[in-house]
């Protein structure tokens, strides 16, 4: 069994209370947009939960939110891969503790991979720019193994395919607070306020010599959504700066519903692979 570490950070120009509303509401929205002609989201579960953590290492009993969603891949899964299995491959299983600021989120493929694969991602966030070089305590073996990447919202459009003029930081300005126009390599240092997010990545594979060319694939299209998903989060701050928590869970139901009616119709939409 290979064991892959990859972390990936994000600074963006939010309070820590603000990015809890707005990564919130930006799920069930990301959810709507990828759904449509038999791909897409199934959300399974969504209700609290107190008690420990499968995968939190310190073993501290904690409260939250627990969810369980089905993201049938399909188009979503790379051709180059699509040969080599059957259809159950396309599949995915998402749990989710969400304790924000702490979040630890298990991916798995129960009807193919099995114990092959298990994708963890264990996220905190921070207030503040200060970059915190090993906020996961990580042993030295594990140091030397992770990889860090720091993304941009704003510079980083590495996949082209994502651009959108409507989810572009540098011409957005939200016209409830004025916030946006996000200009330059250093534009976090200007907003009033920001938060740090830090996401490890823990992939475990084994699959007949494949691991790190599938370990490649899955971090690409994790740092592809990372960047998507954070962009459209400040691009859509007018729709929820206004929001509070029980507002979120009222609009969470209604997108449960939204995309138990429209999976299976219309055309593909969303993001594809190549």
Not at 59 to 73: D, M, S
Not at 74 to 97: D, I, M, Y
Request: with cysteine.
């Amino acid at each position: 069994m290979a064991t892959f570490l990859n972390e990936y950070r994000i600074r963006l120009p939010f309070t820590l209370e603000e990015y809890q509303i707005g990564q919130l509401y930006s799920v069930g929205e990301a959810s709507k947009d990828e759904t449509g002609g038999g791909e897409g989201w199934k959300w399974v579960k969504n209700e609290p939960f107190e008690g420990v953590i499968p995968h939190d290492k310190g073993g501290v009993p904690r409260k939250g939110q627990y969810t369980e969603k089905i993201l049938y891949l399909g188009t979503k899964f790379p051709n180059q891969f699509r040969c080599l299995a059957r259809q159950s491959v396309f599949e995915v299983l998402e749990k989710s503790w969400n304790c924000y600021p702490y979040i630890v989120t298990e991916y798995t493929n129960p009807s193919y991979m099995k114990e092959n694969f298990q994708m963890v991602i264990t996220s905190l966030h921070n207030s503040g720019t200060n970059i915190e070089e090993n906020v996961f305590g990580l042993n030295e073996g594990q140091l030397k193994e992770r990889s860090v990447d720091l993304l941009d919202i704003v510079n980083d459009f590495s996949d082209m395919r994502d651009f959108k003029a409507s989810e572009d930081p540098s011409h957005f300005q939200s016209k409830k607070d004025a916030r946006g126009l996000l200009k330059g390599a250093y534009w976090i240092h200007d907003q009033p306020s920001a938060v740090t997010v830090y996401k490890m990545v823990e992939t475990k594979l084994s699959w007949n010599g494949w691991e790190s060319k599938l370990n490649d694939m899955f971090q690409k299209t994790v740092k592809r959504t990372l960047l998507r998903f954070n962009r459209k989060v400040f691009c859509s701050m007018d729709q929820w700066l206004s929001l509070n928590i029980g507002d979120v869970r009222k609009f969470e139901n209604e997108v449960k519903k939204e995309l138990d009616s429209k999976r299976d119709q219309g055309t593909v939409i969303g993001t594809r692979e190549s």
